[in-house]
């Protein structure tokens, strides 16, 4: 039985002529389709630079709205917005700075350190980052680490007075008085213990 089929060597019976025209529209149809892709990757990135400045808009707007809430006290509110707005920007610093802010003044100091620490990941440079961490750290007692945030402040911004004259300078005296409370407490226990 023999099969049935329509093999030829290219190039046989096939003109040069055709050939080279054959080629030629190939070739034009490549760089029609190449340049479909390159018009198609430079819509591409147009439409995510758009979707992008987009967010960073609505997030700006949620970020306002959230400081014009927390500045007339309606703190659960402003942490709402700025939510949903590191939902658009979460690389945002100002907006964990300013939330761990509005947290402290709730009294919810680890979810205020928390989001301390995020606005200093995300952006180490910030000195008022550093100054809230230390805040924070401060109301959960920890000195030691406060007073370490407020040098790093000062290190990235070192005159502004109220990092010195207030946060650590507070912050030291709040050192002092647990070292004075620590060996009080320390001599009344040996006291206690002698007489027993």
Not at 2 to 21: D, L, M, N, P
Not at 70 to 91: S, V
Not at 96 to 119: D, G, I, N, T
């Amino acid at each position: 039985m023999a099969s049935f089929g329509w093999k030829r060597k290219i190039g046989e019976k096939v003109s040069k002529v055709t050939s080279q025209q054959f080629e030629a529209e190939a070739a034009d149809e490549k760089d029609a389709v190449e340049s479909d892709e390159g018009n198609g990757l430079h819509a591409t990135k147009r439409r995510k630079e758009s979707l992008l400045e987009g967010c960073a808009r609505k997030s700006k707007q949620l970020k306002d709205e959230g400081a014009s809430l927390a500045e007339n006290k309606r703190y659960r509110e402003a942490i709402q917005k700025w939510d949903e707005a590191l939902q658009l920007t979460p690389d945002d610093a100002t907006l964990y700075e300013m939330k761990s802010q509005v947290l402290m003044s709730l009294h919810e100091m680890f979810p205020a350190v928390h989001a301390a620490e995020m606005a200093v990941q995300r952006n180490p440079h910030s000195w008022e980052s550093w100054q809230t961490l230390g805040r924070a750290q401060l109301g959960l007692g920890e000195i030691v680490l406060a007073i370490r945030s407020f040098q790093v402040a000062l290190h990235i911004y070192p005159m502004n007075p109220e990092i010195w004259k207030e946060d650590l300078s507070w912050a030291r005296k709040l050192q002092e008085q647990q070292k004075i409370t620590c060996s009080e407490l320390l001599s009344k226990m040996r006291n206690n213990h002698n007489f027993k």
